[in-house]
Each structure stands twice: as structure tokens, then as C-alpha cells.
């Protein structure tokens, strides 16, 4: 192994931190979604190592063929670039769906009074919401079960910009055993780094006084996302 691979190597677990830690849409929405869904750490960390490597896996599969095809940096960052318009406007989209349903259950979850008379002398009032007792109950399990499928397509569909540059260097000198070790750098740092910030942000959110936000937890989650994915569409 050469000091140009090791130095390469080092670039790639750098670039996938900084990529990682500077896009809060890697981490965001794992940490809203698991607050508004209640999920166990447990959950929420292999939900996030399954949409990281989805994440890496759809940049890879395009440096390879790209490679495989002998095409220019400049036409597979291109083709990137579409792909990560696309994932924003998914993002950006399934978090203003989020957010209206949120803002819809929470409208329905609003505690109300109700006052029931026994006799023409003895009436009384009670007051309670639908938060636990909730109707609908196959509704809401739905919603739960398809929200990760959700966003593991849209990070599967969401590119890793600096990946493939990385990529074409050991590529042009014709180092198989290059491409593979800065791409597993590049992988393992990203979704390390990923499943970390969504690890201990869920944790510093447990410390907030959510108790009097809970019914309208989906809701702060669905503006989260939505504004996550205002946020690419912005550059920011």
C-alpha cells in the first residue's frame, strides 16, 4: 500500500465526515422521526445504517458503471446532481406531507370537554383527548410501517456528490484494490458519522420538556424535513 493510497484513504474518511456532519439532512430526519415515532435506540440506529448504506450504495453502483464505461468525472457528477434534485424535492415533499398530517392529528388530539347528565339533577363534565385512545389505530400503524420505507428510498436516491471524484483517482491508475478501500473508508465514516449525530441528538432531545409538545411531535418532525430539503434546494 503506497502513501498516495494511505493519503487518499485519509481524504476520503475526512471528506465523508465533513460531507456527513455539514448535510443535516443525514441526520435530522432520523432524529425527528424517531422522537414523533417513539422508536428504541435500537430502532433508530439500524433504520439509519440501512438508509446510509443505501445512500452509499446508489453513488457507488454509478462510480463503478461510470468507470466500467470510461465516462468523464463531469458527466457522472451531472448525473449526481440530478439525482440529488430529485431526492430534495422527495425530501422536501414528504416532509410537507408529514407535516399537514401532523398538524391534522394534533387538530384531532386536541383535549376537549364532554358533559353527560344521569338524572335532571346530577350532570357532570369530563375532559380528555384521543392522544392514547386514538380510533383509527390500523391508520396509524400504516403510516409507521411505510414512513422508513420512505425514507430509505429517498436516501437511497440521494447522491454522495463527493464520492465519485474520489473515486476516479485510484481508478485512472488502475487500482482495483484502491477503488475498494477508499470507497470503504468513504462508506464507513459517512454512515459512522451518520448513526453518531442521530445518536446523541436523540439523546439531548430526550432532556427537552416534550411532554407538553407530544401532540404535535409529527408535526415538528414534518417541518423539520421539510425544512431540511429547503435547505438543498437553497444551497445551504
Excluded at 145 to 167: D, K, M, Q, S
Aim: net charge positive.
Amino acid at each position: 500500500m503506497t502513501s498516495e493510497l494511505l493519503a487518499l484513504m485519509g481524504t476520503a474518511g475526512g471528506v465523508g465526515f465533513i460531507h456527513t456532519i455539514l448535510g443535516p439532512d443525514h441526520y435530522i430526519p432520523f432524529i425527528m422521526m424517531s422522537v414523533s415515532r417513539k422508536w428504541s435506540r435500537g430502532k433508530t440506529a439500524w433504520i439509519t445504517f440501512l438508509c446510509g448504506l443505501g445512500h452509499i450504495a446508489g453513488s457507488i453502483l454509478l462510480g463503478v458503471v461510470g468507470i466500467g464505461l470510461g465516462l468523464m468525472v463531469k458527466k457522472l457528477t451531472f448525473v449526481e446532481s440530478v439525482r440529488g434534485d430529485i431526492a430534495a424535492w422527495l425530501l422536501t415533499g414528504f416532509g410537507l406531507v408529514y407535516l399537514i398530517w401532523g398538524l391534522r392529528r394534533a387538530y384531532k388530539n386536541r383535549p376537549h370537554s364532554h358533559t353527560h347528565s344521569h338524572s335532571e339533577e346530577v350532570t357532570h363534565t369530563h375532559h380528555h383527548d384521543h392522544h392514547h385512545d386514538h380510533a383509527h389505530v390500523h391508520d396509524v400503524k400504516k403510516a409507521a410501517n411505510l414512513t422508513p420505507w420512505a425514507i430509505f428510498i429517498i436516501f437511497v436516491l440521494g447522491p454522495c456528490e463527493p464520492l465519485i471524484p474520489i473515486l476516479m483517482y485510484p481508478a485512472a491508475k488502475s487500482s482495483i484494490l484502491g477503488v475498494v478501500l477508499v470507497t470503504a473508508v468513504f462508506g464507513a465514516v459517512t454512515i459512522a458519522t451518520m448513526m453518531g449525530a442521530v445518536l446523541v441528538g436523540t439523546f439531548g432531545v430526550s432532556f427537552l420538556p416534550m411532554a407538553r409538545l407530544e401532540r404535535y411531535t409529527h408535526a415538528l418532525a414534518g417541518g423539520a424535513i421539510f425544512a431540511c430539503g429547503l435547505a438543498i434546494h437553497l444551497g445551504l
